[in-house]
Nanobody, 116 residues
């Protein structure tokens, strides 16, 4: 499974960006899909996750109230809407997927988000 992220870029603090993730040659069904991020010199951090076959979502405390994860079953896409961005949100954002109860075995290449 290859995951393709898009939507990263540069934005001023307080601005918004929307990231998208879709698999190539695969259809999400009951998978968990999550967004992670990693800033230079820092450990990778889980940001948000969603159960593609259901409605369960989870959001990290560091972004709660500012970020929203959602999905579009028809388009086979998962989104991360990021509002009120802060400089500390600057990182490489990755999309990952895996089966419920297992690890995230498939990762995208990442998309850079820079907040100045």
């Amino acid at each position: 499974v290859q995951l393709v992220e898009s939507g990263g870029g540069s934005v001023q603090a307080g601005g918004s960006l929307s990231l998208s993730c879709t698999p190539s040659g695969y259809t999400f069904s009951s998978d968990r899909v999550a967004w992670f991020r990693q800033a230079p010199g820092k450990e990778r951090e889980g940001v948000a996750a969603i159960l593609f076959g259901g409605i369960l979502t989870s959001i990290a405390d560091s972004v709660k109230g500012r970020f929203t994860i959602s999905k579009d079953n028809a388009k086979n896409m998962v989104y991360l809407q990021m509002n009120s961005l802060k400089s500390e949100d600057t990182a490489l954002y990755y999309c990952a997927t895996g089966a419920v109860g297992g690890g995230f075995g498939y990762w995208g290449q990442g998309t850079q988000v820079t907040v100045s």
